[in-house]
């Protein structure tokens, strides 16, 4: 099959519209809009990790699940075998036969099925897509923002995916008219073993592995882990997400983060002032988190303290033993306690 669409004998929309009444008059329903996002790719020339990408499914849902039984509900449907190679001139032919009649009755059920909630995502450009004022305006407008942050949250089949994308194809087009290109990078927490979520680094390692792969850079998370987020922060997430955040907006590098972070010019310096005052006005427990951090091995306090210092998350319980909950602390307040 050839990847130019200068190639393709039938438009996409009569293609789509021969294939869906085949499946209605067969299965009663219409296609789903995935099926919908393969039927479009597949009469494109695409290959299926470039229609997973493209819609943001992993190439294997794609290439193992919904396009082989796509293909088998074509062939029944067609009542000829249909395949992603000859898929083109299937429907080619088929509608060079002419539409069929319609009738009041099948123009009835057609128009109940349309109003169903949506299942899948619906491509950008489909004239199914409802837009839902003012949630997608408002939603580009953070898109605009700098370290924008949205949440969107909604039963099953509500269309959250389908507004993802747009908000993704918006931010493209944003980004090409003030700075140039953007990249964006659509992951699914699905692709990830169940075993990922057992552990927050653990997670977080492979979040930035997958977000490498869709941007296609270099794979050096174990080359950094290890020297800075995994040491020095210990998966705390606050202390990760400042880190992610200034890192992303350039405003210092890698290094001068690691040679800043546990001092009053860094950036995790409110952090570490909001705890040194707690500590500060209970002498106490500044003298039992001292002997923490100076000690080479965990070490058992009075359970109060050690009950507290774990409450404001400045160490981690092992049994009856204490350990500093991460570097930063150590190397912060070491010093700084010394004097009270």
């Not at 099948?106 to 109940?112: N, T």
């Not at 705390?236 to 983060?257: D, G, I, N, V």
């Amino acid at each position: 099959m050839q990847n130019s669409s200068e190639a393709q004998p039938i438009p996409f929309d009569a293609a789509l519209k021969v294939a869906d009444a085949a499946v209605v008059a067969q299965t009663s329903r219409h296609l789903k809009n995935i099926e919908v996002a393969v039927l479009r790719g597949a009469l494109l020339g695409h290959r299926y990790d470039q229609i997973a990408e493209e819609n943001g499914y992993a190439p294997e849902y794609i290439k193992h699940d919904v396009g082989p039984k796509l293909w088998q509900l074509l062939s029944l449907s067609l009542g000829e075998k249909v395949s992603k190679t000859n898929l083109m001139a299937v429907l080619a032919q088929r509608a060079s036969q002419g539409p069929d009649i319609e009738t009041p009755a099948s123009s009835q059920r057609i128009s109940v099925a349309e109003l169903e909630a949506p299942i899948g995502l619906v491509p950008l450009g489909s004239p199914l897509y409802v837009e839902r004022p003012p949630v997608e305006t408002r939603c580009y407008d953070e898109i605009r923002r700098s370290g924008a942050l949205i949440r969107i949250k909604a039963p099953s089949q509500m269309g959250k995916t389908s507004l993802m994308v747009r908000i993704l194809d918006q931010a493209k087009h944003v980004g090409s008219e003030n700075t140039g290109e953007v990249q964006t990078a659509p992951l699914s927490l699905q692709q990830a073993d169940k075993a990922v979520f057992s552990d927050l680094a653990r997670f977080l390692r492979w979040f930035c592995a997958a977000i490498a792969r869709r941007l296609k850079l270099p794979h050096r998370v174990e080359e950094f882990w290890s020297e800075t987020f995994g040491s020095k922060s210990n998966g705390h997430p606050y202390l990760l997400q400042q880190a992610l955040y200034h890192l992303a907006q350039q405003s210092l590098t890698l290094e001068q983060l690691i040679e800043s972070a546990a001092t009053d010019a860094g950036i995790y310096r409110n952090h570490l002032h909001r705890h040194l005052q707690n500590l500060q006005e209970h002498p106490p427990l500044a003298a039992a988190y001292h002997q923490a951090i100076q000690a080479s091995a965990p070490i058992e306090l009075e359970t109060l303290s050690a009950f507290q210092l774990h409450s404001m998350g400045l160490v981690t319980l092992q049994g009856n033993q204490v350990t500093p909950s991460c570097e930063l602390y150590g190397r912060y307040f070491s010093d700084r306690l010394v004097a009270l």
